[in-house]
């Protein structure tokens, strides 16, 4: 009788062990499954805020692009008529040689060589994208297209400030020698009208010869930098494109 009893509780405290392991599992795995679902939630959440900002900016850089775009073509008028004005530089040369005075032409080498419109553009967005790092919230397409159009303005900006304005002092430098200092104050260029006729003050050939070398390589490099400020505005107005087809953008 003894032997009995004492195995029935031993049976009893075995389920009784079992039933409670059962018990705390079950609550662990509530308490995994609540944590799991807040955390997948928190991550959704989160997810959705970072994809919002990140269209916030694409619609920023967008407008940053309109206003870009409008810019680049009066830069790139501006490169037009400095191409024109520079077109007939041998014929200019040619006629001088032959002591003749072509003013017409003279005309508009001086009004091509007094300066050139600035790369100016609108980097607001892109500031904000690099500095605050705002590059993270975009998917990695979007985020490549950006970088490369910065990178193409930041090189575009170099050659300005460096090679082009390098050529810009050169040209000035030598013309001051070549035009009459009142002769172009009394002239409307100092009145920001362009003459009707200009005469040079110097025909010393080895004078010319420098100056119209000068310009040569002045408008090679106008030329340069008229071509890509082209291609950076198609590259501007290719992303207006992707992004609002992309976005659905209004």
């Not at 692009?65 to 008028?77: E, M």
């Not at 080498?109 to 790369?119: C, E, N, P, R, W």
């Amino acid at each position: 009788m003894d032997v009995h009893h004492h195995s029935h509780l031993a049976s009893g405290e075995t389920h009784t062990a079992r039933k409670k392991w059962t018990h705390y599992f079950w609550e662990f795995f509530m308490l995994f499954l609540a944590v799991t679902l807040g955390f997948f939630v928190e991550n959704k959440r989160e997810h959705y805020i970072e994809h919002k900002r990140g269209l916030q900016y694409i619609r920023s850089f967008v407008e940053d692009l309109k206003t870009d775009t409008a810019r680049f073509s009066v830069i790139i008028r501006d490169y037009q008529k400095k191409e024109a004005d520079l077109d007939r530089l041998y014929f200019c040369y040619d006629s001088i040689e032959h002591k003749q005075n072509p003013s017409d032409c003279i005309r508009n080498i001086y009004a091509a060589t007094i300066g050139y419109q600035d790369l100016i553009y609108t980097d607001r967005t892109l500031q904000q994208l690099k500095n605050a790092g705002g590059l993270r919230l975009l998917e990695e397409e979007d985020a490549d297209s950006i970088i490369i159009y910065d990178q193409l303005l930041r090189y575009l900006l170099k050659v300005e400030s460096t090679s082009l304005q390098e050529m810009q002092s050169r040209v000035r430098g030598t013309r001051n020698s070549v035009f009459a200092y009142s002769e172009m104050m009394e002239s409307g260029w100092a009145k920001g009208v362009q003459p009707e006729k200009v005469n040079l003050i110097s025909t010393e050939k080895e004078l010319l010869n420098r100056f119209f070398n000068e310009v040569m390589v002045y408008r090679f490099a106008c030329r340069f930098q008229f071509r890509q400020t082209i291609r950076l505005k198609e590259k501007a107005a290719a992303l207006i494109i992707f992004y609002t087809e992309k976005y659905h953008l209004k």
